[in-house]
């Protein structure tokens, strides 16, 4: 009933109402006839009624609509239209409400649009962010943070910082950030399960434009990748620093000996001069291994890739390695399918053929036998060396292609191997799109198979 009030027709019902029966009471006393009053006073009610009735349908109605529309407006429902009839004062209101409600429909829309490239930009990036306002709150979280410390967005969401990172680094970040009021960079570790993550922090104070400090920013950068890079590059230092010691020590202390007396028989001097000799040739061999690894590595390395014939590459290696062999009375099995012809860089698939061969003839003790054969498949040339030398353990195979690793240090060493045959095989095989498989068993043989594309 209340609800029935509040309407405006109804009011003014009510209203007409009162004025007939006003009208009523002032005519009464000039009036005898009481019937034709009460006829009188229904038909003016009546007539005000119909004309209440048509001024309500062409004002009160559409100011009615208008505000309720006004209402749905507010509440963010920019999809209402107004029906319009521009001769009226009315339509003109409506037409001035349907074209506030478009552009606001237009606003809300680039709105969301910027909102929604916003979140997809601020999940996607590789680095966790945290927005912190002034009073410590967390105003905005990503999926990568989750992602790298755990939990979910609910957990961290306008709560203050150090109540909800766990993280002493972040949380220091923050504090150092606000105080400073300057941006801070740090690096921490941290660890998943039994992985360790080396993390970058960033803390940096924002400012409005008064200069009063609003907030800060948060950003973890995942450095893992680079933290390793660069201790294999000091590992690579110190190996390579090591690797040309032992040779220097050996000569310098020879040409030493020698130049302190040890020249008094021609014997011992030869001696000492074939050592530092054999030295000096192997600290070469390094050096060479060295540069045809940094060369293979360099970003601008390009191939040289000819039409090959696997006869051409082999013609000239397969008899100083026939000899290597039969100085260690091993026989070397040569099986070459006939014009095996692809698209490769000659001098490089050369450089695969002599270093797998040298190590088959190295790790192979006397009266062993060697494989070498080539053969053609459908895509790749398959070039397969199989020994019957010491083999390698299963758990090393893994390794074996790691720059200055070996099984066995001293025999390598003796053999005048550098460790970076097989890395450089590798390299090799790598940038001409190949593939690598070893098989081996110890004290049985090793079988490596090399496939490059046709
Ligand atoms: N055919 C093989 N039989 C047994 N062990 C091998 C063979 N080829 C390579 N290896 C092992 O892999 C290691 C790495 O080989 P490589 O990179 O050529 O270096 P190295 O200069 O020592 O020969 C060797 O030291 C050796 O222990
Ligand atoms: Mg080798």
Do not use: W
């Not at 000039?30 to 229904?42: K, M, R, S, W």
């Not at 950030?177 to 740090?186: G, H, L, P, T, Y």
């Not at 104070?205 to 400090?213: A, K, S």
């Amino acid at each position: 009933m209340s609800d029935l009030f509040q309407k405006p027709l109804f009011k003014y019902v009510i209203i007409l109402f009162f004025i007939v029966l006003g009208s009523g009471a002032v005519l009464v006393p000039f009036i005898d006839n009481y019937l034709a009053l009460g006829i009188v006073l229904t038909i003016e009610y009546i007539i005000l009624l119909v004309i209440l009735s048509y001024f309500s349908r062409v004002f009160l109605k559409p100011v009615e609509k208008a505000i309720d529309t006004m209402e749905e407006i507010q509440k963010g429902n920019y999809e209402v239209r107004l029906h319009n009839n521009p001769d009226t004062m009315v339509g003109t209101l409506n037409t001035k409400i349907n074209g506030l409600a478009s552009n606001l429909n237009q606003l809300a829309t680039k709105k969301n649009l910027r909102l929604e490239q916003l979140n997809t930009l601020i999940n996607n990036t590789e680095s966790s962010l945290i927005l912190i306002d002034e009073r410590g709150y967390i105003q905005l979280i990503n999926q990568k943070f989750m992602m790298m410390f755990g939990g979910k967005v609910e957990d961290f969401q306008d709560q203050l910082y150090y109540d909800v990172l766990e993280n002493d680094a972040c949380i220091k970040a923050v504090q150092k950030a606000f105080v400073s009021e300057k941006n801070i960079k740090e690096s921490f570790t941290h660890y998943i399960g039994i992985i360790k993550y080396y993390y970058e922090i960033s803390g940096i104070p924002i400012f409005n434009q008064q200069n009063n400090l609003k907030g800060a920013v948060l950003v973890i950068r995942d450095i893992t990748e680079l933290k390793k890079l660069e201790s294999m590059r000091k590992d690579f230092v110190a190996n390579v620093s090591h690797e040309l010691r032992t040779p220097i020590t050996s000569m310098k202390g020879f040409a030493e000996t020698l130049l302190d007396g040890g020249m008094s028989s021609e014997e011992t001097t030869r001696e000492f001069l074939r050592i530092i000799y054999n030295e000096s040739h192997r600290m070469q061999l390094l050096i060479e291994d060295l540069l045809t690894l940094s060369k293979l590595e360099n970003e601008n390395f390009r191939l040289v890739l000819n039409t090959v014939n696997v006869k051409d590459i082999t013609k000239d290696i397969i008899p100083t390695l026939m000899y290597h062999a039969e100085a260690k009375k091993l026989k070397l099995h040569v099986d070459m399918e006939d014009n095996v012809v692809f698209k490769a860089d000659k001098e490089r698939v050369k450089q695969i053929f002599i270093n797998l061969l040298d190590n088959a003839i190295n790790y192979t003790p006397e009266n062993g036998h060697i494989y070498l054969k080539v053969e053609k498949q459908k895509e790749y040339v398959h070039i397969n060396v199989t020994d019957t030398g010491i083999g390698i353990d299963k758990e090393k195979i893994p390794r074996i292609f790691e720059r200055f690793y070996r099984v066995d240090k001293a025999r390598s060493r003796n053999t005048g191997g550098t460790g970076l045959g097989l890395a450089i095989i590798k390299h090799i095989v790598e940038v001409h799109e190949g593939k690598i498989e070893i098989e081996s068993e110890v004290n049985k043989g090793t079988s490596m198979h090399v496939y490059l594309p046709l």
